[in-house]
């Protein structure tokens, strides 16, 4: 059973980068079988897909339009785990951010609560 | 994109009853590989994330009571839940998996009434 740990801060400055981890536990992060997301939750945007990142002899990456000029998101084998990088935030940024497992998405992280403000 | 639309946005109904939620998504959702469609349901309760109810429209996710079934396919899915329990008062969310950017239905928030 797939569970994911998501560490970072919960307050990042305007124009800063926001940075989170989500360490996974029952599965690699390499499986040639698995994708692994990040989504934010707004009041005013709803759930929102962000990205991915999975293995399949090499390495991919899908980002949203939205952010595709901000975002990363990296492997760490040596960890197993996933980062998430957004460059350039704004109070527009501020959501609950989440990792997940899959297409159909069966493990989530529990949420991180991120507010972009001075 | 594809845009995925639920209805209705709320919904009350009476313990022991059907709640039925819909969600229709702008382009078909159907995986040709493998004939099915790339389509998820989630509920989701305050202060938790999204859980798996359904995916590949009608397949239950492991755990989940059988009082919850996916139906539909192409472009129109349900979601029913039968003998509506106070534990299922939750946002609901249906999901397309088909193509990036994967997008999510706007939510239905299920009441009891």
């Known amino acids: 059973q797939v569970q994911l740990q998501q560490s970072g801060p919960g307050l990042v400055k305007p124009s800063q980068t926001l940075s989170l981890t989500c360490a996974i536990s029952?599965?690699?992060?390499?499986?040639?079988?698995?994708?692994w997301n990040w989504i934010r939750q707004s009041p005013s945007r709803g759930l929102e897909w962000l990205g991915r990142t999975y293995y399949r002899s090499k390495w991919y990456n899908d980002y949203a339009v939205s952010v595709k000029s901000r975002i990363t998101i990296n492997p760490d084998t040596s960890k197993n785990q996933f980062s998430l990088q957004l460059n350039s935030v704004t109070p527009e940024d501020t959501a609950v951010y989440y990792c997940?497992?899959?297409?159909?998405?069966?493990?989530w992280g529990k949420g991180t609560t991120v507010t972009v403000s001075s | 994109d594809i845009v995925m639309t639920q209805s209705p946005d709320s919904l009350a109904v009476s313990l022991g009853e059907r709640a039925t939620i819909n969600c229709k998504s702008s382009h078909s959702t159907l995986y040709n590989s493998n004939n099915k469609n790339s389509l998820a349901w989630y509920q989701q309760k305050p202060g938790q994330p999204p859980k798996l109810l359904i995916y590949w429209a009608s397949t239950r996710e492991s755990g989940v009571p059988d009082r919850f079934s996916g139906s539909g396919s192409g472009s129109d899915f349900t979601l029913t839940i039968n003998s509506l329990q106070a534990e299922d008062v939750a946002v609901y969310y249906c999901q397309q998996y088909y193509s990036v950017p994967i997008t999510f239905g706007q939510g239905t928030r299920l009441e009891i009434k």
């Open positions: 997940a497992s899959g297409w159909g998405m069966r493990a």
């Open positions: 029952g599965d690699s992060v390499s499986s040639n079988s698995a994708a």
